[in-house]
């Protein structure tokens, strides 16, 4: 995960609890780790109501899967009814995978929380899933950090979102350049949307800006921690968020192009506006 992890991150409890199941997990041997998540499938196939969680890194014998079987855990999935949180990571899928995985889970009434990251995906991989992200009744959150989505993957996965209920959002390290959408694709119910060690620069910050200036905006949180940001970026942040009423949080830090007259600009901000409480971190 992020090496620069935030306590008050919306994953603190999820990745302390996927601490706990790493420690467990290298105790046990290769052939238990293949016995429970062959239990698992069996479980989900099953509909068993005390599993509502997968939790799976890129081991051996996920890669052994055949395509039919992602396939079949799809609709095992799709049809579940107790299955909450899918977190398949750092190796776990790919492009082919995640294709067959999303041949079968088209939908979900269930499914809250995804957790995708550093498994190489690109925008093949986000075009896969957007039936699913369409008919996602009640998904809440996403991780996909560390993949290889670029602007297109990032634009594409917005505009399937564009009616989801989704509320946090993280594309971190994903080689974002560019955020090519309009006001109508953004997730009216988005609060947390996290884009740090991108390389959003000028252009993106104005895609932003209208975001931020929507008079319903619900976006409390926006991290644009190591991108291409310089002080006319900072400019079309700060006027936006003149009459902006839900930002709490904007992390520009580690941005090289922001000079002492940004900074200036965010602390005049700050000063200004009462509704922002943390803007410079």
Not at 16 to 28: G, H, M, P
Not at 44 to 65: A, Q, V
Not at 167 to 192: H, K, M, V, W
Not at 248 to 266: M, P
């Amino acid at each position: 995960m992020d090496s620069d992890s935030d306590p008050s991150s919306p994953w603190a409890s999820l990745d302390a609890a996927e601490e706990e199941d790493d420690n467990s997990s290298s105790e046990a041997s290769v052939d238990n780790q293949e016995e429970d998540w062959l239990a698992d499938l069996q479980r989900i196939r099953e509909n068993n109501p005390l599993t509502s969680r997968i939790y799976r890194r890129g081991d051996n014998f996920l890669h052994n899967m055949t395509d039919e079987e992602w396939e079949e855990l799809g609709r095992d999935m799709s049809n579940n009814t107790h299955l909450e949180d899918v977190h398949l990571h750092d190796g776990a899928l790919n492009d082919h995978k995640i294709s067959f995985l999303f041949r079968g889970l088209t939908k979900s009434n269930t499914i809250r929380d995804i957790n995708f990251c550093d498994n190489a995906l690109s925008a093949q991989g986000v075009r896969s899933m957007v039936p699913f992200l369409q008919n996602a009744a009640n998904f809440s959150s996403m991780d996909l950090m560390y993949n290889n989505l670029l602007s297109e993957g990032f634009n594409e996965l917005f505009r399937a979102l564009r009616n989801n209920p989704i509320e946090i959002l993280n594309c971190d390290y994903c080689g974002i350049c560019s955020i090519q959408i309009g006001i109508a694709s953004f997730p009216r119910n988005l609060t947390y949307l996290m884009l740090n060690g991108n390389k959003i620069g000028t252009d993106g910050c104005r895609v932003l800006a209208k975001l931020l200036q929507e008079e319903d905006s619900t976006l409390a949180h926006l991290q644009l921690r190591g991108n291409k940001i310089d002080d006319e970026g900072v400019g079309i942040l700060v006027d936006a968020l003149q009459n902006n009423k839900s930002l709490g949080t904007l992390d520009l830090r580690r941005n090289d192009g922001i000079s002492k007259q940004g900074q200036i600009l965010l602390l005049k901000l700050v000063n200004d506006i009462s509704c922002i409480k943390a803007t410079l971190q």
